[in-house]
């Protein structure tokens, strides 16, 4: 579904992606871990073109996607995307930010669009909230929004960068259960996340980086219980010690 062929990707002199070769398959879900600056999210961020690259390519269902704006938009209209940081527009309610996309991008009707996003806040435990702004809610919440927005475009992937890393370690759990649903429910995830415990339970496979580099790609068993690479070794016995 996504394919990546030898891909590089630079900020001045420090090379963030280092030849990265990978697919990723449809229906897959796919935890993206390591070290802190080690190209997780660049790599994610590659993919829908927040990133441009400076060498390799690519390629979405075997299409090679260019840069123009057209065809980046036309692009990212299938792909949900899920920041660290929420990003819902604060003078808009719950609804309007969901609903927003789906009328401007995919020409539904208000009302179309407003029944779509209230089918899906119940389905992310949020029903009671549509009409509540942002900054009223927990950031578990808006987080749960943030994915129910993501959705309101019925994207073929969702690309999930750090979901849980800006919340208070209460919020986590609900914020991972909507995501354990998703994946559950068969959709094609690429997640970046620290949530080793999280990972080992819903992930299909494990990518691991370090140094702009995939050092294992391989299925949660052996990852967690026999790494090939000292990196991870070293990366696991960190994250129990912690």
């Known amino acids: 579904m996504i394919e990546f062929k030898n891909v590089t990707k630079r900020f001045g002199t420090l090379t ?43 390629a979405i269902d075997g299409r090679v996607v260019g840069t ?6 036309a692009m990212r209209q299938r792909m949900g995307f899920v920041f660290q940081h929420f990003n819902l527009f604060p003078h808009l309610s719950v609804t309007e930010n969901i609903c927003l996309a789906p ?4 020409g539904l009707s208000r009302d179309e669009a407003k029944d779509r996003a209230a089918r899906l806040l119940k389905r992310v435990g949020l029903a009671e909230k549509g009409d509540t ?5 927990s950031g ?11 959705l309101a475009m019925e994207p073929p ?4 960068d750090e979901p849980t890393s800006a919340l208070d ?30 990972a080992r339970e819903v992930a299909d496979r494990i990518v691991f ?34």
Do not use: W
């Open 157 to 160: 992937v969702m690309l999930l």
């Open 140 to 150: 578990g919440q808006q987080q749960r929004v943030a994915i129910a927005r993501a």
């Open 68 to 73: 123009t704006a057209k065809e980046i938009k």
């Open 16 to 58: 963030v992606l280092n030849g990265i070769s990978l697919s990723f398959h449809q229906g897959e879900v796919v935890v993206i871990c390591g070290p802190s600056g080690s190209g997780k999210s660049t790599m994610l961020r590659s993919i829908n073109r927040l990133e441009l690259i400076d060498g390799g390519s690519i």
């Open 209 to 242: 980086m370090a140094d702009g580099k995939v050092i294992e790609d391989c299925d949660p068993d052996q990852f967690f219980t026999a790494p090939r690479s000292p990196r991870a070794r070293a990366f696991l016995a960190e994250v129990r010690r912690a």
């Open 133 to 137: 702004y942002p900054g009223c809610l």
């Open 169 to 198: 370690p209460e919020m986590v759990g609900e914020v991972l259960a909507v995501v354990r649903e998703l994946a559950q429910d068969g959709m094609t995830l690429l997640c970046v996340t620290h949530e080793m415990g999280f």
């Open 103 to 106: 009328i401007h991008l995919l």
